[in-house]
């Protein structure tokens, strides 16, 4: 390492301009003030108004790895091995995706759209981190939630989010495109996914921090089959969903029709496609199968 001291602001100015090459000049900033809150407990104004003060050496280290990982492109949400979603805080690491705001669009969705019923069964489909359903077990407390992955790495994490969020889920390790292991869960009120949906010709568009750390097998989907999952969705919830129940999916931005088509063919009568907040049709609403 090549700072100046321990002070604050040499340690600043340094790894500032470390970031600088990846980073715009307010992302490096923001980056480092989460970064010594997470190792030195420091918060934003401490770091500003105290630039004189001498953090110890293994705090140096640990912010310098920190840097390190970042100008690999490692999002700094498995850098510190957690993240914020819909308020609550999620553990992470490579085995689940990152949430993201979408996401949270989806899970405000049927929180508003659900919070006067009680008793509830609701599925969520390839949980990943749990934030879906641990989430929605926060803010619909009386709704019983079961949540499947594939990834027992998935579960195993979504398990200890549940735990730190003080919520009891049901989860179950389900390949959901097994046709004979589906059919073995219940019927439910909601039934629940953000399925893998971008197509491989996709992944030129996409950052090297999520092709580089993201799971594959949660976003990426063949080219020539981009509605697999939704396929399943929609024929497991046309023999799985309760009357008057309701599938929530988010999708592909660009397959907005083509997704809404799969559940018309299924037999849905009640189809809503959902612009995000950035006016991209992120979520799909299906009610009411023939």
């Known amino acids: 390492m090549e700072v100046k001291s321990n002070k604050i602001a040499d340690i600043r100015k340094f790894y500032k301009q470390k970031l600088l090459n990846l980073y715009s000049e307010n992302e490096a900033d923001s980056l480092l003030f989460m970064l010594f809150f997470e190792f030195t407990y420091l918060r934003k104004s401490d770091v500003i108004l105290n630039p004189d003060q001498t953090i110890s050496e293994s705090e140096l280290l640990k912010i310098h790895f920190a840097v390190k990982d970042l100008l690999n492109n490692k999002p700094i949400q498995y850098i510190l091995g957690k993240t914020e979603f819909y308020g609550l805080t999620f553990k992470v690491n490579t085995d689940v995706l990152i949430p993201r705001p979408e996401t949270e669009e989806l899970v405000e969705r049927i929180i508003k759209e659900n919070n006067t019923d009680n008793n509830l069964r609701i599925l969520d489909i390839g949980t990943g981190s749990g934030c ?12 019983e939630i079961t949540a499947i992955d594939i990834s027992a790495g ?56 999520v092709l580089d750390f993201e799971p594959d097998m949660a976003l990426f989907v063949e080219n020539d089959n981009p509605f697999i999952f939704y396929n399943a969705i929609a024929a497991f919830a046309k023999n799985h969903l309760q009357a008057n129940g309701k599938v929530y999916c988010e999708i592909n931005q660009y397959l907005g029709e083509e997704t809404a088509d799969v559940f018309q063919k ?25």
């Open 266 to 290: 299924a037999g849905f009568k009640e189809i809503v496609l959902a612009e995000d907040i950035n006016g991209n049709e992120r979520i799909l609403v299906a009610g009411s199968a023939l």
């Open 132 to 143: 879906i359903a641990i989430s929605l077990k926060r803010y619909l407390p009386t709704a």
């Open 154 to 209: 998935a579960l195993n994490i979504a398990a200890k989010n549940a735990i730190e969020n003080d919520v009891e889920i049901t989860f179950r390790q389900i390949d959901f495109l097994d046709f004979f292991a589906r059919d073995k869960l219940p019927d439910f009120d909601i039934i629940v996914s953000n399925p893998p949906y971008v197509r491989i010709l996709e992944k030129e568009q996409i950052k090297k921090n």
